[in-house]
């Protein structure tokens, strides 16, 4: 028994998400899907899920994880304690704002049609134990996964959902659908031998040229903000643009907040011809490291992930 993993070895920013990673997979079933750095939007701007378990006849989870000694204070406030320094922390509501993320892309995405659908916000501490009666009213001792609770994660993370009593409970066409709705489906054989392969690929074109447009007419201006939803290109015009710019042999960093977003700039970047690369592409921490900054921990919440 073992769970489908998206991607299939993910990269982690600290041990304590690789180590929660690692029990739900062992220990969730071979029809759940679990994802890992989860890259979403709200109107806030950008948000990433640790972790998001999708559980056919069960339900969705969204895990925010936090390293170090995680303690609640007297106020209802949370704090993290590791060899770096002690800060104040809001778990919850990082995990919370992902669901209502999550929530809100379907609610947007055109394929998605199952509504609704029950879905739970959960904070896993591994390095913690928190005694029962450390709770507050935003976060009862059943939305936490401590360093006790990983030997059955995956039963504590059902428990917690099967808390969501007033929405439907997706079955495994549900899970299937929002597999395709985050990361995309393949190209059937029945639109291979029906020739849709070709109608896909002139609307690519189609909007490439669009975009090449924008670009030629934004090409005087030194500072330009690019907004838009998911799938309307962005991150097509991002690594367009710093293309040019190499192959016009200036020196370019293609910069993302986003670890998981980062990954898959270095990956796009590196299907280009050498010439016409980015001298830099990652986090825009990262940057600031090759050029002598202290590091600072990886879970800081200042940081997003």
Not at 150 to 178: F, K, N, S, T, Y
Not at 288 to 299: F, K
């Amino acid at each position: 028994m073992a769970a489908r993993c998206i991607p299939e070895q993910p990269s982690f920013a600290s041990d304590a998400e690789r180590v929660v990673w690692e029990r739900l997979r062992e220990q969730l079933p071979d029809d759940a899907v679990l994802f890992a750095n989860r890259r979403l939007t709200d109107r806030d701007g950008d948000c990433e899920a640790d972790l998001v378990v999708a559980w056919p006849d069960v339900g969705l989870a969204l895990v925010e994880v936090k390293g170090g000694h995680v303690a609640l204070d007297v106020d209802g406030r949370w704090h993290q304690t590791d060899r770096h320094d002690d800060r104040s922390v809001d778990p919850v509501l990082q995990a919370q704002r992902c669901r209502y993320a999550l929530r809100e892309y379907l609610d947007q995405h055109p394929r998605w049609s199952a509504g609704h659908v029950r879905a739970q916000h959960v904070v896993a501490f591994p390095w913690t134990r928190v005694p029962e009666d450390r709770v507050t009213t935003d976060c009862p001792r059943w939305r936490v996964l401590d360093q006790d609770d990983l030997a059955h994660a995956a039963r504590q993370v059902a428990a917690a959902v099967a808390q969501v009593g007033h929405e439907r409970v997706p079955d495994a066409g549900d899970v299937a659908l929002l597999v395709e709705c985050l990361v995309g489906r393949g190209v059937s054989q029945r639109e291979l031998l029906a020739g849709e392969v070709d109608a896909h690929e002139t609307q690519v074109d189609l909007l490439t040229e669009q975009q090449a447009k924008v670009l030629d007419y934004i090409a005087a201006l030194r500072r330009v903000e690019v907004r838009g939803g998911a799938g309307s290109g962005k991150t097509w015009l991002a690594v367009e643009k710093a293309r040019r710019l190499a192959k016009d042999k200036q020196r370019v960093a293609l910069l993302s907040y986003s670890r998981g977003l980062a990954m898959y700039l270095r990956a796009r970047c590196d299907q280009l011809p050498q010439r016409e690369r980015p001298a830099y592409v990652g986090t825009f921490h990262e940057l600031a490291l090759t050029w002598g900054a202290e590091r600072g921990p990886d879970d800081d919440p200042q940081y997003p992930t």
